[in-house]
């Protein structure tokens, strides 16, 4: 399994649809992606364990987001992901409210989704 399954296979909240790297079409809506891989500790010449980032994206028309933002937050930290930061605003240009959550997580080849 890789992390993109894993964080799918987790990240379940209801009435509330989850994507992959798409801006949705229904709302809410949340949608994830990587970003920022990177070793976290190296022997041998080669990284034996690496760092990730991954982003969540709430997206509502009315800015209620609070409820699913602390669904998502404890899915995260429930499956090994370390809140990061979370920022968010309305976007005049669509109407929609975009709340950004950042995660970061840090795995080996030996855990269910590494792939160092």
């Known amino acids: ?5 894993f964080v799918y296979g987790f990240l379940k909240i209801p009435g509330v649809p989850v994507t992959y790297a798409v801006r949705p079409k229904t709302f809410p809506c949340v949608s994830y992606h990587f970003f920022g891989e990177r070793p976290a500790l190296r022997g041998d010449g080669d990284e034996r364990r ?4 991954c982003q969540t994206d709430i997206f509502t028309t009315d800015g209620n987001d609070r409820d699913i933002a602390r669904t998502v937050k404890k899915l995260m930290r429930e499956n090994g992901f370390i809140w990061s930061r979370s920022d968010g605003d309305a976007e005049k240009d669509t109407g929609l409210y975009h709340h950004i959550m950042v995660f970061t997580i840090e795995y080996g080849k030996d855990d269910r989704y590494g792939r160092v």
Not at 1 to 5: H, I, P, S
Not at 50 to 53: H, I, L, Q
């Open 1 to 5: 399994m890789d992390l993109k399954q």
């Open 50 to 53: 690496v760092e990730c980032s």
